[in-house]
């Protein structure tokens, strides 16, 4: 699917009252403005990938694809707006024996519960998909559009889960032994930006 293809295909999931992989209808946030993508793209450093720009610009700020939908620049479904919680992150000091955040220009895209995330590496011009849980973030080769495509054709949780894909783990993130087979808990603690200037441990429950 082209891009344009990609997008005319959310835009109608919108319309049909179907924007992400909730059971019941749900209404976007209006769209932002040109001005408001260009102030998120100063904070970030990167230009937004352009589908993401038309998304945010055209269908709404966020709220649409896998799950509960992206996050948006002003809203969020999760907790924190992306680019507020982008700024508390990349400006915190890390605790001693803390994860590191992601590199600059790699933002938290989609809350995909249990501690589970979609990050958006915005530095690669069409987007490139990372994927983060409590124990390691990983580089996807994965772009923006091809992770939505994937969405569209009902492949999303095979995606985002394929071995194959996983590029390694992301420089500055060493991994954490992740507990033995059988020992996980059914909620799992992620550290999060909390919207007030302290990162948040919240549990996601599968």
């Not at 720009?53 to 969020?76: A, F, K, M, Q």
């Not at 915190?92 to 590191?100: D, K, L, T």
């Not at 994965?142 to 054709?153: D, I, N, R, Y």
């Amino acid at each position: 699917m082209t891009e344009d293809e990609i997008f005319d295909a959310i835009r109608a999931r919108v319309e049909a009252g179907r924007p992400t992989d909730s059971s019941s209808a749900s209404l976007l946030p209006p769209p932002v403005s040109g001005q408001v993508i260009r102030d998120a793209e100063a904070v970030i450093g990167y230009r937004l990938p352009p589908l993401l720009r038309r998304i945010y610009r055209e269908l709404g700020d966020g709220g649409v694809g896998p799950h509960g939908g992206i996050e948006g620049l002003t809203n969020s479904w999760s907790n924190t707006p992306m680019v507020d919680g982008y700024l508390e992150l990349v400006s915190a000091e890390a605790e001693p024996g803390e994860r590191p955040p992601p590199p600059r220009g790699v933002v938290f895209f989609c809350d995909l519960g249990c501690a589970m995330w979609a990050l958006l590496d915005c530095r690669h011009p069409q987007g490139q998909m990372w994927w983060s849980d409590e124990y390691e973030s990983c580089k996807l080769h994965l772009t923006l559009p091809e992770w939505f495509g994937a969405w569209l054709a009902g492949d999303s949780h095979d995606v985002w889960a394929r071995p194959g894909l996983r590029l390694g783990p992301s420089p500055g993130t060493a991994n954490r032994p992740r507990p033995p087979s059988g020992t996980e808990s059914s909620c799992i603690p992620i550290r999060r930006p909390s919207g007030d200037g302290h990162a948040q441990q919240h549990d996601r429950v599968r």
